[in-house]
């Protein structure tokens, strides 16, 4: 069974940082695709960053390049969400997920964690 469990989250000021992880355990040893989202109040939810965890190719949404940065630690079955220059805008709950499938930004991931909230706000 896959569990995926986020954490890094908090309120920040604009221009702030903040790093984001994502401990996932029950993943096949075969190549999965894992992906960082994130849903605003009354908003769909946003795929903002994935990575191929065969291959190591990363994704990223427009919204988000030159900002964030999407890395793993295999060794700590991680997933980093590095989020550089937190804009007001970027306030939303952020989940991961996991797939064996290369869903990429694609919110059709078969397993999500629960999420960890980010305020960005002066």
């Known amino acids: 069974q896959v569990q995926l469990v986020e954490s890094g989250g908090g309120s920040v000021q604009p221009g702030g940082s903040l790093r984001l992880a994502c401990v996932a355990s029950g993943l096949a040893d075969s190549s999965n695709c894992i992906g960082w989202f994130r849903q605003a109040p009354g908003k769909e939810r946003e795929g903002i960053a994935a990575?191929?965890?065969?291959?190591?190719?990363?994704y990223l949404a427009d919204s988000v390049k030159g900002r964030f940065t999407i890395s793993k630690d295999s060794a700590k079955n991680t997933l980093y969400l590095q989020m550089n220059g937190l804009k007001p805008e970027d306030t939303a709950m952020y989940y991961c997920a996991a797939d064996n499938v290369d869903w990429v930004l694609r919110p059709l991931y078969k397993d999500w964690g629960q999420g960890t909230q980010v305020t960005v706000s002066s």
């Open positions: 990575i191929n965890t065969g291959g190591g190719r990363t």
